[in-house]
């Protein structure tokens, strides 16, 4: 059975998402988008303006998916960026978990993302670039910032799909057109 799952990447600065479909085998990514804002503008608007292009991202490329995948935030050296950042996954988590029983919602660990992923729980952005680009062939477009995003965004659904449980292939097949 086909299933439509949505990852978010939740940050402040850029959020990445990616819609892909999962057959129970395989994972094709259909499409991958991020949101950026800026540290100027105040704390409770960026949340908003962040929910709602996720929304529109949703309703555009993965209308109802039937997986949600959020990855969830570690606090490290900056604990009030990660506060910040809690703040953001609570409002997505509970806008996708509110009332939406036909939906399965997940939290994943980005140690965990990292090691389904590439094999290595610390892994940093290039290699998670690396990883993702290797799968397709090519390198993703966009800025630096973006293309960190799309990986982790597809990194996001891919290892949620493992730590689900779901045998998942490890070959990801690219829609013709991702952008």
């Known amino acids: 059975m086909m299933k ?12 990445g998402m990616c819609s892909s479909v999962f057959d129970g085998t395989s994972l094709l990514i259909e499409r991958v988008g991020c949101v950026h804002t800026n540290a100027v503008i105040p704390l409770p608007e960026r949340m908003n303006y962040i929910l709602r292009e996720v929304c529109q991202f949703e309703m555009e490329y993965c209308l109802n998916p ?7 935030c570690v ?3 900056n604990a009030k960026g990660a506060m910040k950042q809690s703040e953001l996954i609570g409002v997505l988590w509970s806008h996708y978990g509110n009332g939406r029983d036909e ?5 994943i660990n980005p140690t965990d993302v990292k090691m389904e992923f590439t094999g290595i ?3 940093k952005k290039p290699a998670m670039m690396a990883e993702a680009e290797s799968y397709f062939g090519f ?14 965004a597809i990194a996001i659904a891919y290892s949620g799909l493992i ?15 991702l952008s």
């Open 4 to 15: 439509t799952v949505l990852s978010i990447d939740p940050g402040l600065t850029c959020t």
């Open 139 to 152: 390198k993703l477009e966009g800025t630096k910032p973006e293309r960190e995003a799309y990986a982790d």
């Open 163 to 177: 730590k689900m449980g779901e045998q998942c292939s490890f070959g990801i097949k690219l829609e013709e057109g």
């Open 75 to 77: 606090i490290g050296l």
């Open 103 to 107: 939906c399965s919602m997940y939290r």
């Open 121 to 123: 729980g610390n892994a």
């Open 66 to 72: 039937d997986i949600v995948i959020i990855e969830d």
